[in-house]
């Protein structure tokens, strides 16, 4: 979805910006006027794109929520209070990011938000995620039940960051309601890299979509 006007801010947005970050709104205006941002996605019901850019002077990436429609930014959040809401970042796109504004930053890969990329030459189908669900019945002790895999390439190092990647929580979400799990008595997961990884456990507070049902 491209932009339709020039960027505009709220003041929201204004106060977001001063807060946050030392690039000027008049700088980010340029930047997201000229393209040198990257589009992650539009949310959903609105017409507001979440562009990813890079700050040269806070050395550090941001995400402007801005309406498409209208220009305005409504907010802008630091790469690591994105994740929490919409997951991960491929590192491929954050340096795509940084080159637009002409920048070089080392160790992308180690920023929180970001999800590394494979290193060159390593058998990433060698191994998956293996993902069960714990189960609190309303009879019973506790039980696990298992709920397929998920590719290793896409999952994060610290494994139980999983849970905020672009859409692992839906597609774990449809995968319970097929085998008839009750969402509410699904209360978290057990995620374990391969046959011979440490099994690490995730209290899920809340589903995707949970409260529409």
Avoid: C
Avoid at 45 to 61: A, I, K, M, P, T
Avoid at 65 to 85: C, I, S
Avoid at 133 to 144: H, N, S
Avoid at 164 to 174: K, N, T, Y
Wanted: proline fraction near 6%; charge should be negative.
């Amino acid at each position: 979805m491209p932009l339709r006007r020039t960027t505009t801010f709220t003041i929201h947005a204004l106060d977001r910006v001063a807060e946050r970050m030392h690039l000027t709104t008049v700088e980010l205006a340029e930047i997201l006027d000229r393209g040198l941002a990257v589009t992650l996605g539009v949310d959903e019901y609105s017409n507001r794109l979440r562009r990813l850019f890079y700050s040269v002077v806070d050395e550090q990436f941001f995400v402007a929520v801005q309406d498409a429609k209208f220009g305005d930014v409504v907010t802008v959040l630091p790469l690591d209070y994105y994740v929490n809401l919409h997951g991960y970042v491929k590192e491929q796109t954050a340096l795509e990011a940084a080159a637009l504004v002409g920048a070089h930053p080392t160790e992308v890969w180690r920023l929180r938000g970001v999800m590394p990329t494979p290193e060159p030459g390593t058998n990433t189908g060698a191994s998956v995620v293996r993902i069960s669900g714990l189960i609190r019945p309303d009879d019973g002790a506790p039980k696990i039940k298992n709920l397929g895999s998920w590719p290793s390439e896409r999952a994060p190092t610290e494994l139980e960051e999983l849970v905020h990647a672009p859409g692992f929580l839906s597609e774990i979400r449809r995968r319970a309601r097929d085998k008839g799990i009750e969402l509410r008595q699904l209360f978290g997961l057990q995620l374990q890299m391969g046959k011979s990884g440490e099994p690490v456990r995730v209290e899920i507070e809340r589903w995707p979509e949970q409260e529409q049902e």
